[in-house]
Structures are given as C-alpha cells and as structure tokens.
C-alpha cells in the first residue's frame, strides 16, 4: 500500500544527519530538533502554535482535555472513520453521537450534524477522510450558530488547503479551534515510528494543551491539571523535519497518480471513483478509495491480493454497529451512506512513488477482473 523505502532513498542524507545530531548530542527528548520542527511546521500550516505528541490518538484526546468539556457532554463525529476519532471521546467519558456521511465526500453529513444537535451537544469533530476536506465553512456556520468547538480530526489531510466562501485559503486544520494530526509512518507526513501533534490559533488553550503532554505542569513539579505523558520524540523530530520541506512535493505526487488512477478506471461503469470537481476543498489523497457498485468488492479485494497487489478496506464495519460504540439511539436508517460505503469501498495503493507502470498493471487487474 505503501512505499517508504523508496522514499527514503531520496532523503536520506537529511534523515541519517538528523538522526546522528540526535544520538551525537543525546538530546533525545525534547531537544532542540523538535522546538526547530514545531516552528517549521507552525510557519508551513500558518497557524500560531502546533504542540508535538506522542501520536494521533493522543493528539484528539488533549486536544478534548483542553476544552471545557465535561462527562456526559455530546460530541458529534462521522459514522464512517478510523475507530480513533470516537475511541477518545468515550474515553473522556463524554457522548459520542454518530452520524451518517455524504456518499460523495465520504465525509460528515451537514444534515446529520444538524439533526444530531441536542442542548448537550459541545463540539463536533470532522474527519478530513482520506485526504479529503470536510466542508469547513458549513460545519464552522453550525457551529457557530450553536456555540459548539469544533475539533478536526486532520491525520489524513495534512497539508490540504480549504478556500472558504469569501476566497480565503488556509490548511485544513487551521480552521476549528483546535485539530489533531498523527505522523504514524504511513500517513502524509509520516515519521518512522510514532508520533502525533495538536493545532490552534487560540493562545490560552495551546498554554492548557501545553501543560497538559507534560503531565499537567506549567511549573516544574507542579501539577494544576491531570495530564498525561505525550511527547514527540527527537529523533521522529528530526524524520519529519527533514520531510516537511518535501510535504507539498509527496501531496502533488498522490494527486497526481489519483489523477492517473481515476483516468483509467472511470471507463468502468461498476467503479466510482473520487471526484476531482472540487469546491473550496482540497484532497491530498492518504488513501484512494473507490466504490464497487456491483456487489463485487470483496471478490476484487481477493482477486487483487492473489495477483500480488495490496488492497485495503478502510473501514468494513460501520463504528455504529461496533460492540463499544453501539447506543440504543442509532436506528439502521440513520445509517444508509455508511452502511453502503462499507460494502462498497475499496483503497489501492497510494503513496508518493507509483509510477506509470504500477498503474497501469493494478488499473489494468482492475478493469480486466469486473469486465
Ligand atoms: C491515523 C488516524 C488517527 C490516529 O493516529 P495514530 O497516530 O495512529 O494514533 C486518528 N484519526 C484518523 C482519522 C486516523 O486516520
């Protein structure tokens, strides 16, 4: 699905430097290349403060210790995302409330967000799915409008641009009051380990969320807050600093064989692929997901791994119907996108090295297997 070793060749002597700064000058926490990655990142985003972790998960969880939320308050989600996003919010013992996605962004439904509105509702969490952006000037006109947070969940879109309504650009991320991000190795802007960070404009909270990766200290030893223990480690540090400068280049690159996969496949009346025709949003492609309208998905995904090719699905299980997350509220009609996508979605390979021929030979497996 993959190719990191490739990738790697290409940058090696910024990686390998990175790394021998790190083990030559034993500055393996917090040193002095996370604070130079933290600034580069901020500057790249064009947001006031980015607080490195420990991992994406962890990113959502401080992200939500740093708000004012309290057990029992309504967080709404996507129905149709990686188990993470909703993982977090049960932990912290609020209410995850599910709601269904469009069929055509794969991402949360503005009606599903509107209808799932209670006066327990604190703060809603778009997940920019698969690369793509949610419709951020939509979900943040909600949101204002019920004085809700808004958290984005952005481990899959980093370095995406969203244009709003009145033309103005920024990455995604940068539009909530706050968002998470993971550089677990296979994502956009990947490390070679794990690790994760926290975004926002606001001052105050990026003091709270602060305080709260270092167990809840803003003084040495003491301790105002519960906190935890998350930190992005230096030598990830020095991994991702020498690949940000390149991130632009990687989301061009999975663009760019979308592009290619999309002009081969489309020519297949059983298969959907993703639109092109954007509005504001930006798809920076972490995962090319295209639909099997046929009821033939899962006899291509088998095809497809007996002729070599790695395939995914992401996600085969609706998080509504999942034993930790079901809740006598959710009604099977609520559902009807997500529970299509499931039986219908599909991810190939996508990284920043396929090139021509890779395409042709898994487009060509494709389109030769549902002829
Ligand atoms: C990867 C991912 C996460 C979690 O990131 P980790 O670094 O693996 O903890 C959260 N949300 C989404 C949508 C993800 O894809």
Redesign the pocket.
């Known amino acids: 699905m993959v190719d990191l070793k490739s990738q790697y060749e290409k940058i090696k002597d910024e990686v390998n430097a990175s790394i021998q700064d790190v083990l030559e000058n034993n500055t393996y926490i917090n040193g002095p290349l996370v604070h130079q990655f933290q600034a580069n990142l901020e500057k790249y985003l064009g947001v006031k403060h980015v607080i490195p972790c420990a991992?994406?998960?962890?990113a959502?969880q401080i992200a939500m210790m740093g708000l004012d939320l309290k057990p029992g308050d309504e967080v709404i989600t996507a129905d149709f995302?990686?188990a993470?996003?909703v993982e977090v919010i049960a932990l912290l013992q609020l209410t995850p409330v599910l709601v269904d996605v469009d069929l055509d962004n794969m991402n949360i439904s503005l009606d599903g967000i509107r209808k799932a509105i209670t006066p327990k509702t604190k703060a809603i969490v778009p997940?920019h799915?698969f690369g793509r952006a949610a419709n951020m000037d939509a979900i943040m006109e909600i949101a204002n409008e019920h004085n809700l947070y808004v958290i984005e969940?952005n481990?899959?879109a980093i370095g995406a641009n969203y244009t709003d309504k009145n033309g103005k650009k920024s990455k995604v991320g940068t539009i909530g009051q706050v968002a998470a991000t993971?550089?677990?190795p296979s994502?956009n802007l990947g490390c070679y380990g794990?690790g994760?960070a926290i975004f926002t404009n606001d001052d105050n909270l990026a003091h709270i969320i602060r305080g709260i990766v270092n167990h809840g200290m803003y003084e040495r030893y003491h301790h105002d807050v519960v906190g935890v223990n998350s930190r992005l480690d230096s030598i990830q540090a020095g991994v991702l600093k020498a690949k940000l400068p390149n991130l632009d280049a990687y989301n061009l690159a999975r663009k760019t064989a979308a592009k290619k996969y999309n002009e081969a496949l489309s020519v297949n009346n059983n298969i959907v692929v993703p639109s092109f025709d954007f509005n504001g949003d930006d798809h920076v492609f972490h995962q090319y997901v295209i639909r099997i309208t046929n009821g033939k998905r899962d006899a291509l995904l088998a095809h497809l791994q007996e002729k070599g090719i790695p395939c995914a699905i992401y996600y085969p299980i609706p998080l509504h119907s999942q034993k930790a997350y079901a809740d006598v509220r959710y009604k099977e009609e609520d559902f009807p996108v997500t529970n299509q996508l499931c039986k219908e979605v599909i991810a190939l390979p996508m990284h920043t090295e396929l090139d021509d021929e890779q395409i042709k030979f898994i487009t060509d497996t494709v389109l030769e297997f549902l002829k």
């Open positions: 991992n994406g998960t962890d959502l995302t990686f993470a996003t997940v799915l969940d481990a899959q993971s550089f677990f994502k794990d994760g």
